[in-house]
């Protein structure tokens, strides 16, 4: 999973039918076990746009988006926001939202 910037994901928004942007810290445990999980569904879904960022970095996003916490994932559809993630509950749970 490739770390975006903020006009990747916007790019990726304008560009991409699907696709979806792992927000994170560091210091999050429970972003570490997110992580795995976004790492086997980028190789679940090879054709779909999933960008990761540290939240640290792009707050204007948290901003923008009303991020409350972390893990999030944000997946867009058709360049609209549809989903806001912060609960990853499995693997199969995460491909259901993103398809």
């Given at each position: 999973m490739e770390t975006w910037t903020r006009e990747q994901w916007e790019m990726?928004?304008?560009?991409?039918p699907v696709a979806a942007f792992y927000l994170?810290?560091?210091?999050c445990g429970t972003c570490a076990v997110a992580s795995k999980m976004m790492e086997v569904i980028t190789v679940m879904r090879p054709?779909?746009?999933?960008?990761?960022a540290d939240l640290?970095?792009?707050q204007n996003i948290a901003i923008d988006y009303e991020?409350?916490?972390?893990p999030c994932l944000l997946i867009q559809k058709d360049g609209v926001l549809t989903?806001?993630?912060y609960a990853f509950q499995s693997v199969p749970y995460l491909l259901e939202e993103i398809d």
């Amino acid at each position: 999973m490739e770390t975006w910037t903020r006009e990747q994901w916007e790019m990726a928004l304008k560009e991409s039918p699907v696709a979806a942007f792992y927000l994170y810290t560091p210091m999050c445990g429970t972003c570490a076990v997110a992580s795995k999980m976004m790492e086997v569904i980028t190789v679940m879904r090879p054709g779909i746009p999933i960008g990761k960022a540290d939240l640290n970095y792009v707050q204007n996003i948290a901003i923008d988006y009303e991020v409350e916490s972390v893990p999030c994932l944000l997946i867009q559809k058709d360049g609209v926001l549809t989903h806001k993630i912060y609960a990853f509950q499995s693997v199969p749970y995460l491909l259901e939202e993103i398809d």
